[in-house]
Structures are given as C-alpha cells and as structure tokens.
C-alpha cells in the first residue's frame, strides 16, 4: 500500500513539471545555422590586426567577434606617424567606431571591418639668409596628409624673399605658401639682400629707387652698383654720356697709342704640290678698321713634306 501511494505522488509531480514547462519555455523560430566570415582590412598595420588580415570563417549567427589593430606605427624611420583613428564595416555591430580595439557582433552572413587611419608627415623648416617662417607648427612637427597648412615667409628689414625649396617650390611672390605634405619634408625659406646679384644691397637700391630684382634698372648698360658708386642714377639712362664720348675720340682719347695694328691675316694661300708645300702670307694695314692696304710685300715660305704625313695647318705666334 505504501508503495502504491509513492507511485502516484510521483506521477503526479511530472505531469504538474510538463504542464509547467510548456505554459512559460516555448521558443519557436529559425536559428541560422551557416558559418560566418569576417573580412578585416587595413591598409597599414598588417602585422599587428586581430583578428589577422583577410577573410575569417567559422562564426556562428550573431558571434561577437573581438578585433583590435595598433594605436599607431612608425614607417621610414619615424618620420611618417599612422595612427589608427577607428572602423567601420558591413554587417558588423556597432557598424563604426573612433576605437582601436571593439566587440563586434555579426549580422550579415559575410561582414566586414575596415580599419581607419590618419597620416602625418614630419616637417622640418629652415632659412637661407635672414627672415624667417611663419605659420604651422614651429620648426618641426607632424603635417597632416591632405590638410593645407598657411606658412609665411616674412623677410628681416634689407632683406628679400626668394622663394621655396626642400619640398615646396614657389618663387619670391609665394611668401604666403599653401603647403600639403604629401611626404617627410624639409622645407627651406630663402631670403638674399641682393637676389639680383648685382652687387648693390636692398637697402642701397631702395635708396636711390633702383629695382633690387634687376642688375640695370634703367637699362643703359651701366649695372646699378656702377651707377651707385659713380654717382649716377640708377633710374636715369646715361647712355647719351657713352655717346657723347664715342663720338669726341680725341678728346677721351680712345686711340692714344694713335696705331692700330691688326695681327690677323689677311690673305693666306696655302698650296701643297707633290712633297712641296707653299705658304704666301700676305700683312695689311687699316687706319679705320674697314679699309685696308697691304702692308709691304708678301712672304712666302716653301718647304718640302714628309709624305707619309697626311694633315698640315699653320699656327701664328
Ligand atoms: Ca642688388
Ligand atoms: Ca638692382
Ligand atoms: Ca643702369
């Protein structure tokens, strides 16, 4: 009897369990069974994703997938800086962030995860003469790839730009310079207090109103430091003074030794025959350059040949 009793209490316990269960744990529904892939790519940090580089498989419907890169790399010799300035993907949640490292879940049956990067230049920044560069970030410092930086350059008092090199190229009217790094660069700033070479300083051709970017401001064949120093004008033309002068010879006189001698020759005649050779020289004379004289007989040397030799000319000493 007691036995019997037992036997039905614990009947009596599964059926109340079964009716339990099925009044408050009913799941109905689709569970996707396929394997999930991750593509993760990068444009730097090959060696340093985790997950690593490429196609990843075997997740499951809705994994969470913890992936993570470099905060930042050093490349050529720590002048180019990338750092890693988040993600974004397809299929992944959440679908893009600012971080380096993030659980992401899967959605899509083939999802996505691209790292993102920011890169800078290192720039260095020097002169050439005195002035100096204005703008940007100090001496030296990182550039962003793709920001425009305005740099200027401002020359001292007496002196002059002249432009750009090292990186950036522009002459003395880009003092302000719209300047992209594209690559480690070192930039230089030229200033010169006498860019037109002729001797004069800035300071001096702007005294007197001569142009310190031209030799020969007037353009009468005198260069400015002559003029300057001769007490001549810079600005006025004294060409008439050359003039002047060409056509007093005697007076300047410009042909005091009061002969001219031309050395040239004037008439050669060279003539071979056989082993003999003939050379007739013939001197003249000008008292005006255009018209000429024979100056005393000509000469003439005869001479035999070796005749093995092929080629002859005549040196004047
Ligand atoms: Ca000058
Ligand atoms: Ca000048
Ligand atoms: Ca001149």
Not at 206 to 216: F, I, L, S
Not at 261 to 277: H, R, Y
Request: one cysteine or more.
């Amino acid at each position: 009897m007691m036995k019997k009793t037992f036997t039905i209490l614990i009947l009596l316990g599964a059926v109340l369990s079964a009716s339990a269960m099925r009044s408050t744990n009913t799941v109905s529904g689709t569970v996707d069974t396929r394997d999930y892939t991750l593509e993760i790519d990068s444009p730097y940090g090959s060696d340093e994703s985790f997950p690593s580089l490429g196609i990843r498989g075997n997740y499951s419907w809705r994994s969470t997938v913890y992936c993570s890169m470099a905060d930042y790399l050093f490349e050529q010799d720590g002048t180019i800086l990338r750092n890693c300035i988040g993600f974004y993907g397809e299929g992944i949640s959440p679908g893009s962030g600012a971080a380096d490292s993030v659980d992401v879940v899967l959605t899509n049956v083939n999802s996505t995860l691209t790292w993102n990067w920011n890169t800078a230049y290192w720039v260095t920044r020097a002169v050439s003469g005195q002035g100096g560069i204005f703008g940007g970030s100090g001496s030296a410092g990182w550039y962003n790839e793709g920001q425009s930086y305005l740099l200027k350059a401002r020359p001292d008092y007496g002196w002059l730009f002249t432009g750009w090199s090292g990186g950036a190229s522009g002459g003395p009217s880009a003092t302000n310079l719209n300047f992209t790094a594209t690559a480690p660069t070192n930039l230089l700033a030229s200033f010169s207090d006498d860019p037109d070479g002729d001797g004069l300083k800035n300071t001096n051709e702007w005294a007197v109103g001569a142009n310190p970017w031209m030799a020969d401001t007037d353009g009468d064949n005198f260069d400015d430091l002559f003029e300057f120093n001769n007490g001549l004008s810079p600005t006025v033309d004294s060409s008439p003074f050359v003039t002047h002068i060409q056509d007093n010879p005697d007076t300047y006189g410009l042909y005091s030794s009061n002969v001219v001698l031309d050395v040239a020759i004037g008439q050669a005649l060279f003539q071979v025959q056989g082993t003999t050779a003939r050379l007739n020289l013939q001197l003249e004379q000008s008292d005006d350059l255009k018209n000429w004289t024979d100056a005393g007989d000509p000469k003439e040397w005869e001479l035999t040949l070796d005749p093995d030799k092929k080629f002859f000319r005549v040196r004047s000493e």
